[in-house]
């Protein structure tokens, strides 16, 4: 049976699991899922674009964690620390506006979508800093 409902916290979980184990899941990590906010812009959109916009903000804001583990001494606020800079920083804002145009360009064709997504991941990751 399909789901049809958006599922944040088993995103988060999925996405999580891709990221390189020796530091995102070591004990020290706080894996405290509940600090991310929900990354889409309203729960009028559609369960699959409300999955990919909040996927998306995940993936970007995991990444920047990450470096910042790399970096930094306090593990448990990564995490934390990552969102906030997704959100102060502007990259939320140009994420959510970007996908939302690829959104209504692309519709449901999924090649071009997946495509469109992978460019705004690409041009948006906000470890440019520390590479």
């Known amino acids: 049976m399909v789901q049809n409902r958006f599922n ?14 020796k530091v995102m899941h070591s004990p ?6 509940d600090v991310i906010p929900l990354m889409c812009h309203s729960l009028k959109d559609s369960p699959m674009h409300q999955s990919i916009m909040h996927g998306v ?4 804001v995991f990444e920047y964690a990450y470096f910042l583990l790399q970096t930094n001494e306090e593990t448990r606020n990564a995490l ?4 906030k ?13 970007t996908l939302q145009h690829i959104i209504e360009e692309h519709g449901y064709d999924q090649d071009s979508l ?12 906000m ?4 590479l």
């Open 8 to 21: 944040k916290i088993q995103i988060e979980q999925d996405i999580l699991s891709w990221m390189p184990s």
């Open 28 to 33: 020290d990590f706080n894996t405290e899922l």
């Open 57 to 60: 903000g995940c993936i970007l």
């Open 80 to 83: 934390h620390l990552a969102v």
């Open 85 to 97: 800079e997704y959100q102060s920083s502007g990259t939320q804002a140009n994420v959510l506006n």
């Open 114 to 125: 997946m495509h469109a997504i992978m460019e705004i991941i690409l041009n948006h990751h």
């Open 127 to 130: 470890s440019k800093k520390f």
